[in-house]
């Protein structure tokens, strides 16, 4: 009943840039919070950034000053625009929502992630 779906994700160099892209579609009432998280080979998925309805966001020390997550409520998209990419930012990128669907109750949400690779 609803999809998200990513793009935006690839090889980039240290210090190079990535923008992120989520759109959710389908049966949608409403969305809610919205969020990035990611999953290094090895290790446990982290929430990178979170961003509210309101566009309150919270983001994991390691991206403060370097990433930035927005949101687009009429294209029930959300971005995560990354700079000044390290190797350490490796990792598969998962969208994830809270939504409450038509006609039914809300529930969380996740894309198919995007491999986000920082190489030189």
């Known amino acids: 009943q609803v999809q998200l779906v990513e793009s935006g994700g690839g090889l980039v160099q240290p210090g190079g840039s990535l923008r992120l892209s989520c759109a959710a579609s389908?049966?949608?009432?409403?969305?809610?919070?919205m969020a990035w998280y990611r999953q290094a080979p090895g290790k446990e998925r982290e929430l990178v950034a979170h961003?509210?309805?309101?566009?309150?966001?919270v983001y994991v020390d390691s991206v403060k000053g370097r990433f930035t997550v927005s949101r687009d409520n009429a294209k029930n998209t959300v971005y995560l625009q990354m700079n000044i990419l390290k190797p350490d930012d490796t990792a598969v990128y998962y969208c994830?929502?809270?939504?409450?669907?038509?006609?039914?109750?809300?529930?969380?949400?996740w894309g198919q992630g995007t491999q986000v690779t920082v190489s030189s």
């Open positions: 994830n929502a809270e939504i409450r669907i038509l006609g039914g109750g809300t529930s969380a949400y």
């Open positions: 389908g049966s949608i009432f409403s969305i809610y919070s």
């Open positions: 961003i509210t309805s309101r566009n309150s966001t």
